[in-house]
Structures are given as C-alpha cells and as structure tokens.
C-alpha cells in the first residue's frame, strides 16, 4: 500500500511538470514493474514453497507412518523369529523325542517278536508233551492190566511228540 | 534536491528489501524443495525398508509355518508311536507273562511225564509199589495240568470204580486194578491231597486171574477191615467175574484172601461184579451187587452176610433190587452203593455203559436193604458236564464234619474209553431233599 501511494505520488508530480515528463515517469514505471515483478517471483516463489512445504508435510506424514508400519513390521518380524525359534528348538526335541520313541518301540517290537517265537516253540512243546503225556498214560494203563499189545500201540502213537518234544528241550 | 535524494534512497532501499525478501523466499524455497527431496529420499528408503520387512515377515512367517506343520507332524509322529509302543509294550507283557505260564506249564508237564514214565518202567519190571510210589510223586503237577480243581477232581490218574472209608482223620480210596496193582489204594487226610498207598490186594486167591480185580469197597468191622471185590474166574467158561472178599488188620492192607471159590458168583447170569457192603442202623450186614445179564438186564441184587462178613448169611438167597427201567441207563445198571440216611435207603447206582459219556448216576429208593426198591432217576443225578464225562461208579461216605460226599470216577471230555484214564473226584452231596442234589467240589 505504501509503495503503490508512492508510485502514485512520483507519477502526479511528473504530470505536473511541463517539458520533463517522459524523462521522470520512466523510472518509476520501471520501479512499479520491477516491483511488480518482485511480488510476482515473491508469490510464485512463496507458492511453490507453500506447495513444497505441503509436500514435505505429506511427504513426511507418510514417512512417519511407513517408519511407524516399519517398526511394527519389524516388531512382528521379531515376534515371528522369536516363535519360529521356539517352533524350531520344539522340533529339535521332538525329533529326538520321536527318533527315541521309534527306536524303542522297534526294541520292544524286536522283543514282543522274540516273545512271540518263543511262545510258539512253547506252544509246540506243549502240545508234544501232551500228546507225549497222554500216550504214556494210555501205556501205562494198558501195561498195568496186562495189555502189551495195546501198550505198545499207545506209545507208537505219540512217539513222534515224544521225541519232538525231547529235541526242543534239548 | 534532497527530497530527490531521499526518494532514491528510499528507492533504492524498497528495492533491497524486495530484492532481500526474494532472495529470502528464494532460499527458503530452495531449502524447502531440498528437504521436501531429502524427506521423498528418507520416505523411499522407508519404504523399501518396509517392504523389505514384510517380505522378510511373509518368508519368515511362511517358514514359521512349514516348521510348526514340521512340529505338528513330528508330535503326531511321537504321539502315534507312543501309542504303538504302549500297545507292543502291552502285548509283550502280555506275552512274556503267557509265555512264562507256558514255561510252568512245561515244567509241570515234564514233571507228571517223568513220573508216569517212571511208574510205566516200574510196571515194565512188575515193581508195582515203585510204580504207585513214583506215580504219587507227581499226583500235584499232573492234577495241575488236569486244570480246575472246581469240577473235584482229586486224583488225576486212572482209578475206577472208587470206595472211599474214613478211618479216624483219615480217608482211604480203593479202585480197580490199575498202576497201583490188583487194588489200588491212595490215601488222604483234607480229601484234597491224595497219595498212593500202594496194591491193597498184592496176591490174589488162586482161583482167581489177574489183570481183572475190579470195584473193590471195603468195610470195618471191628479190628478188621473187608475188602469185597470182584476178580476173574478162569474155570468158568467166558471167563466171568465173581465176588470175594480179604481182610486186613489195618486199611492201607495188605488184605489177604484165603479164599479157595468165589463168595458169590452167578454164572447164569454172566457173573456178579461190583460188590458193595451195608452195615445198617440195627448193625445188621448185607452186600449188594450187579449180575451181568446173561439172557436178561443186569441187575442189582441185595443179599444178607453173615456176622463175619466173610460169607452170606445162612438160609439166605439173593433179592433182586433194582433192575433197568429208564431211557438214560441203556439198558444196564450197575455199581450199587446203598445208604441208610435219615431213616430211609437211598441205593445209588451207576446207568449206561461205563466206557462212554452216556455213563452217569441215579438213585432209587428202598424200604429196606433187601428192598424193595424204587427207581427215582428219571434223569441222572451226575452225569456228563463241565470238565467231566461219563461220571459214575460212586460211592457215598461221610466226612469228618458230617458232611456227605460222593466219590466217583470219571473220563476227561474228549478222551473217554480204555485205555484212557477215569480219574478220581469228590464232590459234596446233599440229601436232605426228597431228590439228592450233587453239589460243588471242596
């Protein structure tokens, strides 16, 4: 306001001046355009800085929030490696667990088919000691009366047990 | 001129200042663009940041997941062995404890083997009191491999057609020749526990033949103890069996027959066998036993013995008590043994054929011992069951508590007719119902 009253003021008196006007009238036109010209660098430049300013104010809300999602990313990397730590230290041991197990359990199956075998040649031996038993127990009632013949029969007939059974003891 | 001077100064200074606020702006703007640049720079590498982190999240999260599927599976893995181990453990016990009962079991069955084995050597070389006494040895492992004693099965071996007497706390069982020689005899002190005594008759009369000395029952007398049986008699033709009788000053024997014929022998009807001897309430003596047949059933007869015991009674004949009448018997009775209980004669005898499961026992009964009796067994009293077959041969005594029981002889399911073996049971009987009731072993 103050500059343009001036220009104002320097204009009038040169139009009062008779024989010097143009001479006069030139600077401060000169002076109004450079000035006007200030003001409109100073406006643009002001306005690209209220943009720029506007910008970086965006620019820096969002890196706010990136470096805020980082550090949450971050924070939840570090909550996963930490599970996965754990996760992987459960899987070591139950892998030793498991390889343990497994070799126990093939112990105790190696046992229970040891068991099984011996249950089985038992079972043979059994059954041969008792047909043996019966065969000798049918001859020794036979040959308690008398009856050789028959006797004889009851011990032919299981003589075969008898010596099976005799071989699986030893 | 110095208002000229002053406005170039002023001016002059207008223009600095617009110049200097330019300048100002100018270098602000700049120093904004830069730090907007610097600020877009900070937020790029934020961001890759960013994205570097939740790429290095969504791996380790993907690994995170195929370790705890890898943990998941391997639990799994351990659980399910866990569980194969808990059941093999559990079958192996379970085998190791049967395979262990096997081994017992092939103890026990060696134990009895060598122990009949022995007797069978002992009966090779005609040494009976050895083979008894090595047969008695193994009397418990064999009656353990016999299995439950529930059914009362006492004496696992071959003894035929029982009589039992108790002599104080003792109890003495007489059976057909068999291991233990022409009459055996085992004895026992908690009927539980049986072991042999040995051959009750080691010589027999002279008319009489070996290897046929059958249904021996004996009763005391006094001092002396009467052993009445039935053995062979050769002369007569078929070779029938015929009754005697021995004594002995103590029940174990040995009894002794002097006799030179048969005390009772009924060639007409196939010979008399099974002779049973009754001393009543009034102290009178009488005998009963089973006639063959011949042309007829057999038959059951009573008859009065003298005072001795030693023969009949004089003036006195045979009376017929019981012949067969019902399905079950087939036709043949046989075995009596009559009891006086609570003023009344109960005559126990044995129906069907001795070596098959048809065998069984029945009761009839009698106004007096010489009869005349009634059949009361529409069915059997004991017949085949659980754990016994073709039961029969009984013989009816009291025990030390007052108890009754009934002895009897009996095939093994499966294994029923000679040579196999009739074993030794006792069971309780109980006779105060109109019916008597054949009741639990022990």
Known sequence: ?170 | MVKRHWRAVVTTLVLLMALGTLAVAIQTDVGAHARDRQEHTDLSAARRTLAASRLTLEKTTYVKALATNHRNDLQASVTATLGQLATTENTLSTTDAFAFLQGVSINTLQTCLGGIRASYQQIGVHNNAQAASDISSVSSACLTLAGSTSTGLVYPFDFPDPDVLRVGGTYFAYATNSVGGNIQIIQSGDLTHWSAVGNALPTLPSWAAPNGTWSPAVVQLGGTFLLYYAAIEPSFEGNYECISVATATRPQGPFIDSSTAPMECQPALDGSIDPSPLVDSGGGLFLEWKSNGGAGPTTIWSEQLAASGLTMAPNTTPVQLLAPDEGWQGGMIEAPDLVETGGRYLLFYSGNYWGSSNYGEGFATCAGPLGPCTDASAQPILSSGTGVSGPGGASIFTDSSGSTRIAFAAWTPGQVGYPHSREFYLRRLNLSGGSPVVGSAG
């Open chain 1, 1 to 170: 306001m103050a500059l343009g009253a001036l220009v104002v003021e320097q204009v009038g008196e040169v139009d009062d001046d008779s024989g010097r006007p143009r001479r006069r009238r030139w600077p401060g036109i000169v002076l109004i355009a450079v000035l006007v010209l200030f003001a409109t660098a100073l406006g643009i430049v002001s306005t690209n800085e209220v943009h720029t300013n506007t910008q970086f104010d965006q620019t820096h809300s969002s890196l706010d929030a990136t470096q805020a999602h980082t550090r949450i990313v971050l924070s939840d990397l570090n909550t996963v490696r930490h599970e996965l730590a754990g996760v992987n230290v459960q899987v070591f041991l139950t892998d030793k667990a498991l390889a343990q197990d497994a070799a126990d359990l093939q112990t105790a199956q190696s046992e229970l088919a040891n068991a099984r075998s011996d249950v089985s040649h038992q079972t043979t031996v059994i059954t041969d000691l008792q047909t043996c038993l019966g065969g000798v127990q049918e001859a020794l009632n036979a040959l308690s009366v008398a009856d050789q013949s028959r006797a004889i029969g009851a011990l032919n007939s299981v003589s075969s047990s008898c010596n099976g059974a005799v071989a699986a003891n030893g």
